[in-house]
């Protein structure tokens, strides 16, 4: 069964930081494109960060580049977002997603619909 599971959510004070993780189970990340995303209430679920497969290509959201990091570590089957200089506007439910790509080492997408497997998603609150 295949299985993205996400933790380290939390509630922190403005300015402050987290580490975001997507565990794989049930398969392995080597050849899957991984996405970060976020839905706030009464909002659209949006993309925030995305990596390929290869960890080479990095792609993030206007609104968050400069402060957050996306990373892998395909021996942990894991991927982790490091939100950093957080702000109240920041506060979601955040997912990770994935999507084999092959030999596509390179794609990544924050497109919501190119996107096969989900997690269950980790509050993020920032408030003082």
């Known amino acids: 069964q295949l299985q993205l599971v996400e933790s380290g959510g939390g509630l922190v004070q403005p300015g402050g930081s987290l580490r975001l993780s997507c565990a794989a189970s049930?398969?392995?990340?080597?050849?899957?494109?991984i996405g970060w995303f976020r839905q706030a209430p009464g909002k659209e679920r949006e993309g925030v960060s995305c990596i390929s497969s290869s960890g080479v290509r990095l792609n993030y959201a206007d609104s968050v580049k400069g402060r957050f990091t996306i990373s892998r570590d395909n021996a942990k089957n894991t991927v982790y977002l490091h939100l950093n200089s957080l702000k109240p506007e920041d506060t979601a439910i955040y997912y990770c997603?994935?999507?084999?790509?092959?030999?596509?080492?390179?794609?990544?997408?924050?497109?919501?619909?190119?996107?096969?497997?989900w997690g269950q998603g980790t509050q993020v609150t920032v408030s003082s």
């Open positions: 997603a994935a999507r084999h790509t092959g030999s596509s080492f390179d794609y990544c997408s924050g497109y919501v619909g190119n996107y096969d497997y």
């Open positions: 049930g398969f392995t990340l080597d050849y899957y494109a």
